[in-house]
C-alpha cells in the first residue's frame, strides 16, 4: 500500500480510507478533487484532529472569517467542537489528507 497511490474509480466524490480500525484514534487518508464543503456547512468535531496535507493545495475557513491557505507538507491541529470548513480542494493534483481523530490535546 501506497499513500500516494489514487484509485482510478474517483469522480466527484472525496474517497475517505481508515487505515486502521477506530479504537479511540481514527488514521484515515482522504483524498479530496475539487471537493469543498456544502455552502453553509460547518464542521463540528467532537475528537480534536491532526490534519496533513501530503499532496495539492487547500484552504480552510472559520466562522470569524479567518482562513488558512494549506499546499504539500502542511499540518494544522483543530481542537474538538473548533467550527471550520473546507473553502476548496485542489484536483491537479488532487489533494492527498492525512487526518487523526481522538483525545489529542
Given at each position: 500500500?501506497?499513500?500516494?497511490?489514487?484509485?482510478?474509480?474517483?469522480?466527484?466524490?472525496?474517497?475517505?480510507?481508515?487505515?486502521?480500525?477506530?479504537?479511540?484514534?481514527?488514521?484515515?487518508?482522504?483524498?479530496?478533487?475539487?471537493?469543498?464543503?456544502?455552502?453553509?456547512?460547518?464542521?463540528?468535531?467532537?475528537?480534536?484532529?491532526?490534519?496533513?496535507?501530503?499532496?495539492?493545495?487547500?484552504?480552510?475557513?472559520?466562522?470569524?472569517?479567518?482562513?488558512?491557505?494549506?499546499?504539500?507538507?502542511?499540518?494544522?491541529?483543530i481542537p474538538a467542537h473548533e467550527r471550520h470548513r473546507v473553502e476548496?480542494?485542489?484536483?491537479?493534483?488532487?489533494?492527498?489528507?492525512?487526518?487523526?481523530?481522538?483525545?489529542?490535546?
Amino acid at each position: 500500500m501506497n499513500l500516494f497511490d489514487i484509485p482510478g474509480h474517483l469522480r466527484d466524490k472525496e474517497f475517505f480510507e481508515s487505515l486502521l480500525p477506530d479504537r479511540g484514534i481514527l488514521i484515515e487518508r482522504i483524498i479530496s478533487t475539487g471537493q469543498a464543503s456544502p455552502t453553509g456547512f460547518w464542521y463540528d468535531q467532537d475528537r480534536d484532529e491532526l490534519v496533513m496535507l501530503l499532496q495539492g493545495e487547500a484552504q480552510l475557513a472559520w466562522p470569524e472569517g479567518r482562513t488558512l491557505s494549506m499546499g504539500r507538507g502542511d499540518w494544522l491541529l483543530i481542537p474538538a467542537h473548533e467550527r471550520h470548513r473546507v473553502e476548496r480542494t485542489s484536483s491537479d493534483p488532487p489533494c492527498i489528507w492525512l487526518a487523526i481523530h481522538g483525545q489529542l490535546t
